[in-house]
């Protein structure tokens, strides 16, 4: 039997008056891909930024590798540091070299030695074809060296755990493909991630679970063989047509 890594409960949260998520509940298998699919303000970033602390909650609660959060948890430091997250803007310091901004993290937050991150750090490089670019500035990457650096420094954290939104949306598509292999290079290593996409043929691909949001509540939630090839409900089916799917 699979081991949960994480259990969302009736989880409810409301900008405003807005009520933005309704009641979801889902569970992650540790080595399991999820695959948050859904139109546009459907509250599939929302959700994934509330896993990490990045967005509050007004009710129910995640539990986290034995951690229950509630609407009222703190202490989101030494979750995050499981918890890799990565962006659909890329979030690197303009004024660090590509090794400088990999490297501030584990540095910084987790005190840990400099030869040893410095050599992950290489070593992850090497492995997103990027080993000869760690000496440049982020203004000299394109979109999608620059995501791919993204990744190499959440990797770096050795997180448990990755949650991946929209991360190709502003990606020209000769630069989508390389982005998405090191996803898929990872679900092979079976590293444990929610993906936030619009690309469907690699959802398809990568999907043991698919959660289908609209209008904040998860409207379908079945495996990905089954999404694509069976949707169980009008919407679904709907919104595969629309994607031209």
Do not use: C
């Not at 540091?81 to 987790?110: A, C, H, R, W």
């Amino acid at each position: 039997m699979a081991e949960q890594l994480l259990a969302v409960n009736h989880l409810s949260k409301n900008y405003g008056e807005k009520q933005a998520l309704k009641d979801i509940n889902f569970t992650v298998d540790k080595g399991s891909v999820t695959v948050l699919l859904g139109p546009s303000g459907s509250g599939k970033s929302t959700l994934i930024r509330t896993l990490n602390g990045l967005e509050d909650f007004q009710a129910g609660q995640i539990e986290f590798d034995g951690q229950v959060i509630d609407s009222k948890f703190k202490a989101w430091l030494p979750i995050r540091q499981k918890i890799g997250m990565v962006f659909q803007s890329y979030e690197l310091f303009p004024n660090l070299t590509v090794l400088d901004n990999i490297l501030l993290g584990p540095l910084k937050v987790q005190k840990r030695n400099r030869d040893e991150v410095v050599k992950q750090a290489t070593d992850l490089l090497e492995t997103v074809d990027l080993a000869d670019y760690k000496d440049t500035y982020p203004r000299q990457l394109s979109g999608g060296q620059k995501q791919r650096i993204a990744i190499v420094r959440a990797l770096t954290l050795n997180p448990e755990f990755m949650l991946f939104d929209e991360v190709t949306a502003s990606l020209d598509p000769e630069m989508v493909r390389g982005v998405l292999e090191v996803i898929l290079g990872l679900a092979k290593q079976d590293m444990t991630m929610i993906v936030v996409t619009h690309e469907m043929n690699f959802a398809k691909q990568i999907a043991d679970k698919v959660l289908f949001l609209e209008n904040g509540s998860i409207v379908e939630e079945s495996s990905g063989s089954q999404f694509f090839d069976n949707p169980q409900t009008d919407r679904a089916k709907e919104f595969l047509e629309s994607m031209d799917f």
